[in-house]
């Protein structure tokens, strides 16, 4: 018994579902009168993760290639503000507005790319340039303005303008009001990320190129454009979860996503997805998500206040970390 | 277990280091079973068996690699349990492990004392440091000046780095000293000094534990030789009551049956695979000469061409320019199955046209440790197995479970990660991974390395299936005995160039040394 336990508790995915059944369990103890017991909650959690999650779909691509992306939260901001511009100030069509969205979000992620693989850049370095300026465009684009269905007028005043209906779309409820929209799309982007790492041979080539690139390129591994492919996937969910900002949001805020590079990290990072690079995928990522969206809803139907909150949060990401360390190398 | 008569236990001595009963599980695996051995000073103690049979497991727990793990090790009489690599140091044993340990990006001198390190309370005393790595260095013959120190350890060879990790162990004054296949990627001459270290170190009253599956050498410095078999013991004895074909059968279980006949040569008239006319490989730093220099020949279908030639000779480079490794810098032609010339650009391009290299390090460019055994086997040849970029997941699977069998490769599932194969069997993973691109031309670096010797011959019997069918080899290998029983032609390089070339009947070892070291004639 001892054996079989120990032999299931040398897979990551074992110990990143171990570390959400905890969470789960301690949410059924402290259920704040019941409100866990019911599915409004389940569903809230979903959808408040959501953005999160579709961000570290892209984080688990990059980190699995040995990089790490510091720009994700900045290009949310950045497609948040192109998208409310191009559809509610020009009102452009929708067909017009989501490739150069998606688009302008993939050519952020490819630069990045570029200097990590042409110019040999640490990614750290790369992203974190790319972080902030992908913020200054945000807000140049923007005026510093959010963009609304407020249209300030040449003389001051304010005109108002109808939100297109993808706004009432994506911030539906489906299934009978049981699911949230951007829950969809959140599932749609690890359908996506599934795809290319277990299907495609260039899932595998990210693999081998985070593992050890010098026996990846050895091996005919395009190295150059498999880190290509995960920056400008990155690049692509960030402008996806951007657009999910902005419907909730129902206007596109250039100081949106702030700091969510670190919860994207923080969720690829729990599930067990190895910083070092080729080891992981995204069955933990997911799990990650559920896990840091049950602990943030337990500690807000519990009423902790934010200080507490944060402390909390740091200590378990430790304490997930220390789960998935593998005992021997 | 064998008991050998007559042989005495040098008694008078008090073993440096007992184990008694050893078992080790990884899951639900059981690799080791019930091992006892001892050491006692100034014994050369070889350790044998096939791969996968724990050897390097073993050296582990001894190590303080592994902590978790049946029986007992006494050091000096005294019950102990290491915790941690740095206990097992501290007690003075010290292991030079089969995948070499040294932290490249360091400077040798602090590589040597690294975990050590002199200091002068909690600063670290740089004048000591350089001064003793220097005293020990020059010791092992190894001409360093002071700046040579200063030099991180990627820019030396696999060679120096060998005796950068013996002085490393010397410089603990270490009691035990344990070489995991420490000339699986030397040469002869360097093999020699080892030898000759060896035996000052066991004058000095060192135990010594020597991992090889090289017979000449087991036979050359054995006192006492322990065989393990599938995790155990199979016997300990002196050397001489432990003639070669009992070695075996202890390994092996039975007696090894006939050796692979040896290949017939292509006939003359066989179509060239590769012909190379003038092929230049520029410096890595300009201002020093090419690393390889007009080097012009050509290897038939069917032939196995050997390269000799000692570190920095170019033989290393002269395989990685022709498979596209550095890039599309080189000058001169190349070309394959008599095609138009073409000039190498990329590893992706080289595997396209037919070419595979199989490097000699294995760690660092032969495998991805972290993926599984099967996505290791197939990483080269996923072009060939995907459908419009669609890995086809069956075709994969199938062609890993015969590599498994066809080489005798020991898994406990191919899902496993490749790390956690023994030494030989992940080289066994990598002949495989490259067989598997349906290569014409072979481009190999020590083949057979760290494989045992049963299996050797099994995969020689393989390299004559792959020549019939006219496969092209042009290998490097510092075995001369697995060169001049292999090869039908031999080049010898010399600083870059190509210096002279013997056939099968003229070659001889001496012949080839000399013209290696730079002898003009012979
Ligand atoms: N980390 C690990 N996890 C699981 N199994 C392991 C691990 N390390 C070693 N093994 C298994 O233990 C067995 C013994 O391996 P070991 O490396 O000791 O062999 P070896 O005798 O040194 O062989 P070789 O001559 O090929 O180096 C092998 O079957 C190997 O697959
Ligand atoms: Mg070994």
């Known amino acids: 018994m001892k054996l079989f336990l120990s032999s299931c508790f040398s897979k990551p995915w074992v110990r990143a579902l171990f570390a959400l059944v905890l969470i789960f ?111 200054g465009l945000a807000k140049w684009l923007s005026g510093g303005q959010k963009i609304s269905s407020a249209v300030q007028q040449p003389d001051g005043s304010y005109s108002y303008v109808d939100l297109p209906p993808i706004f009432d779309w994506l911030d539906a409820r489906l299934l009978g009001g049981n699911i949230s929209a951007v829950t969809l799309v959140f599932i749609g982007c690890l359908v996506i990320t599934w795809f290319v790492l277990c299907k495609l041979r260039y899932g595998r080539y990210l693999y081998a190129t985070g593992g050890n690139e010098a026996a990846a390129r050895l091996s005919g591994v395009p190295t150059v454009g498999a880190r290509l492919l995960a920056y400008g996937m990155g690049g692509f969910f960030s402008a996806v979860a951007g657009i999910c900002q902005t419907v909730q949001e129902r206007q596109g805020d250039p100081e949106s996503g702030v700091s969510y590079e670190l919860t994207a990290i923080a969720i690829a990072v729990i599930g067990g997805n190895s910083l070092t690079g080729g080891r992981g995928g995204i069955g933990l990522t997911l799990m990650g998500a559920l896990t840091i969206g049950y602990l943030e809803k337990i500690l807000s139907i519990n009423a902790v206040p934010e200080s507490g909150r944060l402390m909390l949060t740091g200590v378990i990401i430790i304490a997930a970390v220390l789960l998935q360390r593998r005992k021997e190398a | 277990m064998h008991e050998i008569e007559g042989f005495v236990e040098p008694a008078a001595l008090a073993p440096s280091v007992k184990l008694t009963g050893i078992g080790k599980s990884f899951g639900a695996h ?20 096939e791969n996968g049979a724990g050897k390097s497991t073993l050296i582990k727990i001894l190590a303080g690699i592994h902590t978790d793990y049946d029986g007992m090790v006494m050091v000096g009489g005294k019950p102990t349990r290491f915790n941690n690599p740095h206990d097992a140091s501290h007690s003075g ?12 990006s360091m400077s040798v001198a602090e590589n040597i004392f690294l ?75 360097e093999v020699e000094r080892l030898f000759v270290l060896i035996e000052s170190l066991r004058a000095r009253g060192c135990a010594i534990v020597y991992i090889s599956h090289k017979m000449e050498e087991i036979y050359r410095i054995a006192d006492r030789i322990t065989v393990l078999r599938d995790g155990r013991l199979v016997g300990t004895a002196p050397r001489a009551g432990c003639p070669q074909p009992v070695l075996l059968r202890w390994m092996i279980g039975r007696d090894l049956d006939g050796f692979a006949p040896p290949r017939a040569a292509p006939p003359e008239s066989a179509v060239p695979a590769l012909s190379v006319k003038d092929f230049t490989v520029p410096p890595s730093s300009p201002g020093r000469p090419p690393r390889v220099h007009k080097a012009s020949f050509t290897v038939r279908a069917g032939e196995i061409v050997g390269l000799a030639g000692l570190q920095g000779s170019g033989a290393s480079e002269l395989l990685q320019g022709l498979f596209g490794a550095y890039g599309p810098v080189c000058e001169g032609t190349v070309s394959l199955a008599g095609n138009a010339a073409c000039k190498p650009a990329s590893p992706h391009d080289a595997i396209a046209r037919g070419v595979a290299l199989l490097t000699g390090d294995r760690k660092g460019t032969g495998l991805i440790l972290d993926l599984s055994v099967q996505d290791n086997l197939t990483l080269a040849a996923l072009p060939r197995l995907s459908d419009h970029g669609l890995v086809d997941k069956k075709r994969e699977r199938n062609i890993a479970v015969k590599n498994v069998s066809d080489f005798g490769i020991r898994v406990h599932s191919i899902e496993q990660p490749v790390s956690a194969l023994s030494g030989g069997n992940q080289q066994k993973v990598v002949l495989a991974k490259w067989m598997n691109t349906g290569p014409r031309v072979l481009l190999m670096e020590e083949p057979t390395r760290g494989i045992d010797i049963g299996a050797k011959h099994e995969i020689y019997e393989m390299i004559n299936e792959w020549t019939a069918r006219g496969v092209a080899i042009l290998m490097l290998s510092t075995e001369m005995p697995e060169v001049l029983r292999l090869c039908d032609r031999i080049l010898v390089m010399h600083r870059g160039e190509i210096t002279a070339g013997f056939s099968r009947a003229e070659a001889d070892p001496e012949k080839i040394l000399a013209v290696a070291m730079g002898a003009s004639t012979v």
Not at chain 2, 33 to 45: A, N, T
Not at chain 2, 93 to 104: A, G, N
Not at chain 2, 146 to 165: Q, T, Y
């Open chain 1, 25 to 135: 369990a301690v949410g059924c103890i402290f259920n704040a009168d019941g409100a866990f017991g019911r599915w409004s909650t389940h569903r809230d959690m979903l959808r408040q993760v959501s953005v999160y999650g579709i961000l570290a779909c892209g984080m688990t691509l990059v980190i699995i290639t040995g990089g790490i992306d510091l720009a994700v939260g900045s290009v949310l901001g950045f497609s948040a503000v192109l998208f409310a511009m191009l559809s509610i100030h020009l009102g452009l069509p929708l067909l017009a507005v989501l490739p150069i969205v998606l688009g302008a979000g993939v050519a952020c992620g490819l630069v990045s790319g570029t200097l990590v693989t042409r110019w040999r850049f640490q990614p750290f370095v790369a992203t974190l340039s790319m972080m902030v300026f992908a913020r």
């Open chain 2, 30 to 49: 059981r690799v080791l079973d019930d091992v006892s051995m001892d050491l006692f000073p100034g014994e050369v103690h070889v350790l044998a068996g």
């Open chain 2, 93 to 104: 044993i010290s292991v030079i492990h089969q995948e070499m340990s040294l932290v490249e």
């Open chain 2, 115 to 189: 975990g050590h390190e002199p200091s002068r309370g909690p600063l670290l005393d740089r004048s000591q440091l350089t001064r003793r790595a220097f005293d020990l260095c020059a010791q092992l013959d190894l001409a360093f000046t002071a700046a040579d120190l200063d030099r991180n350890v990627e820019e030396f060879s696999l060679a120096i780095k060998n005796r950068i990790e013996i002085a490393k162990a010397l410089s603990l004054d270490a009691r035990v000293i344990v070489m995991d296949e420490p000339t699986s990627a030397l040469n002869s001459t």
